[in-house]
């Protein structure tokens, strides 16, 4: 083992040039395997039930008949499946969601909750005998509705605060020349990725093997060995190729009932979950209702920042949707309060979506922003610009690099911001009304520990295992063009396997953490095993292997306030017949660390952006108040938006290396939909002079 240690490694090659995928040849041709297609012998297909009831008690699952149908293998339920062990923290920090673990006791907390898994011989005979199955229950009345006068409603005291308090707010907003006092409402909103939560177990040689579709192997796994009670080393769990991610695929109720019925069948089992399960299984963005009190001085400099964001949770598992946080980031002021708050409901658990926190309460913060720009009299960028903190506005410490200026700068010149008339409702065309809006963007920029071993073949390439998850970003290739440069070889040279726990722990693909903790790891081994390697000298035929552990190195990131920043430019057109909102172009330019491949760089981050656009215009799951259920839980019924919906998107950046990462990377996962759905809401308010504070900005709302 060797220990990685920071400080920067200075290498010109194949990290900052444009590289497509290594494996976008097997996926564009199917030789790319996903969990739900690998082929298994003896394969057996389970099938969830979910409730039909928000709220209750299982009284019955009338097994028998079900039993007798052709193929059907077993019927597991809380009546006859195994105990699992849920009292722990896991490797994330928090406990597992009861969702997950399967099966458990006979209460219903939510419509959609899991109660039985059919398992037959084929996924037809399985979800026929589901849908066969009768449940019944014991119903008891349920509360699904979020409002922001909540009496149940609670500040989280959690692994981050609920509150955070500075100054004296009511003096403050009383000496302000200008105040902004409003509310926004974000809607219930959904990852809706492609490829959709399936997972086989089997049992193998005494090991326990789980073909996957997740965000992080080394994760699952240890969460799968926990709650079954096993050694963590009888656990393999692997994910070569994920349709998408977003927060959402982790340790779900399809991988535990897979492996139970593997347990009980003996034989290998693979659960794949369907759209609408997806819709309460997986987790969600919570919808959210904010407040935000903003008092500037005449020239708009802040003296109070009040930010509060209340979101909702499920009974059985506390999950808050940090929406005031971004606040504590962005813009200092004399006073400050940030507040997450969060009420328990009887709706399915939330969880992590992309830009958890930041996607719903940077559109609360940078729309109250524009707002107090034009009560002001002050144009938004520079309104922004003076509000710049020198230092992080709650933690106190000093920013590893805060080129939001220089964001702000870049896109205003790129976007031709000069020319633009601050007053509303100036720009028509025919029968649109045209605008433009910006708004800024940041979020964390943290590392996970990670281990990688990295192996010098001897036919001359290298060979680098990390159990990284590439789940549709390019990080396999980004961690093929560091390998390179830390080898000092070119990237042909390298093979990268990724998405196997057997390869050791690693940080998930997640937090915008992915890329830089696995490529810190990578870099490790590598440059030391460059260092190993004689010139000229011989590698014998197993090789030669370095491993790397940057659990201690990673520590020093946390002396300072560390973000990747942005500003986000939109332009809109809104047709004032019948309030549809087009968006006519959009620019983001980012500060976000060393760019490692900018063609897939650029890709997320355009993805990003587009996800702000379906935010803003078209995104809500809406909840039924007497099931408890959601209307056209599907890609029908829930609106993203579509090829026609995106215009011109452009996404660049600025030069911006992290002085404290070996590679210089800090994260561009989640940045790109942070201040997306403001920047296109604040240009609806300059194209119609109309505020529009809860999304989506549907045409029924803007007429
Ligand atoms: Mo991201 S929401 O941490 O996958």
């Not at 709650?227 to 399809?254: P, Q």
């Not at 210089?664 to 403001?678: D, L, Q, R, S």
């Amino acid at each position: 083992m060797t220990t990685a240690t920071s400080g920067r490694t200075t290498v010109t090659g194949a990290v900052g040039t444009a590289h497509t995928r290594v494996e976008g040849r097997d996926k564009v041709t199917g030789a790319a395997r996903y969990a739900g297609e690998i082929p298994f012998a003896g394969l057996a297909h389970g099938w969830l039930v979910v409730s039909t009831v928000a709220r209750g008690r299982i009284l019955s699952v009338e097994t028998a008949p079900v039993l007798d149908m052709p193929g059907v293998l077993t019927v597991l339920h809380h009546g006859n499946a195994p105990r699992l062990e849920i009292d722990y923290i896991g490797s994330l920090g928090v406990p597992p969601d009861p969702t997950a673990a399967v099966f458990q006791n006979d209460r219903v907390p939510h419509a959609g909750w899991p109660v039985a898994l059919v398992v037959a011989e084929t996924p037809e005979q399985a979800r026929e005998a589901a849908e066969a199955l009768v449940v019944t229950y014991e119903r008891e009345p349920h509360d699904i509705a979020l409002t922001a006068d909540h009496p149940d409603a609670y500040p989280v005291d959690g692994h981050m605060p609920g509150v955070t308090q500075k100054g004296d707010l009511e003096a403050e907003l009383a000496a302000s020349a200008h105040v902004v006092d409003v509310e926004y409402t974000t809607p219930e909103e959904h990852h809706g990725m492609m490829e959709p939560h399936a997972a086989t177990a089997r049992w193998d040689g005494g090991r326990l093997e789980v073909v996957d579709s997740n965000q992080g192997t080394s994760w699952v796994a240890d969460e799968l060995a926990r709650m079954f009670s096993l050694d963590a080393c009888v656990v393999r769990v692997r994910s070569e190729h994920v349709g998408g991610g977003f927060g959402s695929k982790g340790i779900r109720a399809h991988q535990v009932s897979a492996v139970m019925a593997a347990t009980a069948l003996r034989r290998p089992v693979r659960v794949v979950l369907t759209r609408r399960q997806m819709f309460s299984l997986t987790g969600y963005r919570s919808p959210t209702t904010q407040r935000v009190r903003l008092g500037a001085d005449p020239d708009g400099r802040l003296r109070a920042l009040d930010h509060r964001s209340l979101s909702r949770t499920s009974t059985v598992w506390e999950f808050v949707e940090p929406s005031a946080g971004v606040a504590r980031v962005m813009y200092d002021a004399d006073a400050h309060r940030t507040a997450n708050e969060v009420v328990r409901l009887d709706v399915p658990s939330p969880s992590w979506m992309r830009g958890p926190g930041e996607a719903p309460g940077s559109f609360a913060l940078e729309a109250a922003l524009d707002e107090l720009a034009e009560r002001c009299g002050v144009d938004p960028i520079e309104l922004r610009l003076r509000n710049e903190p020198g230092l992080g506005p709650v933690s106190g410490l000093p920013f590893a690099g805060r080129n939001l200026a220089a964001c702000f700068r870049e896109g205003a010149r790129r976007f031709g911001w000069a020319d633009r008339d601050p007053r509303p409702g100036m720009r028509r065309e025919g029968r649109w009304l045209l605008g433009t809006g910006t708004a800024a963007a940041s979020f964390p920029a943290g590392a996970l520990p990670s281990t990688a071993a990295v192996t010098a073949e001897a036919d001359g390439t290298f060979t680098v295992r990390i159990a990284a998850a590439d789940i549709g970003t390019g990080a396999r290739t980004a961690l093929t063009l560091v390998a390179a440069d830390a080898l000092r070889v070119t990237p042909d040279r390298v093979r990268v396997r990724i998405g196997d726990s057997d390869f050791g722990p690693a940080g998930i693909a997640g937090g915008s953490m992915g890329t830089r903790s696995w490529a810190w790891a990578v870099t490790a081994a590598a440059g030391e095993l460059r260092h190993r390697l004689l010139p000229g000298g011989v590698v014998p035929p197993e090789g030669i292997t370095v491993r790397s552990d940057t659990t201690a190195a990673i520590g020093a990131l946390a002396r300072k306030e560390r973000h990747s920043f942005g500003a986000q430019f939109a332009e809109v057109a809104v047709d004032v017949t019948t309030g549809e909102v087009r968006v006519r172009r959009m620019l983001g330019i980012f500060a976000a660390g060393r760019i490692v491949n900018p063609l897939t760089a650029r890709g997320q981050l355009v993805g990003g952006m587009i996800w702000g656009i379906s935010m803003a215009l078209h995104e809500e799951a809406v909840r039924d108040g007497a099931s408890g259920g959601l209307y056209g839980p599907d890609l029908a019924g829930y609106h993203v938006a579509t090829h026609a919906d995106v215009p011109a998107v452009e996404a660049d950046w600025v030069d911006d290396p992290d002085p404290d990462d070996p590679v210089g990377i800090k994260g561009i996962g989640e940045v790109g939909i942070v201040g997306a759905a403001a920047a296109v809401a604040n240009a609806v308010w300059h194209a119609t002079g109309v505020r529009h504070r809860s999304l989506p900005i549907r045409p029924d709302r803007v007429l």
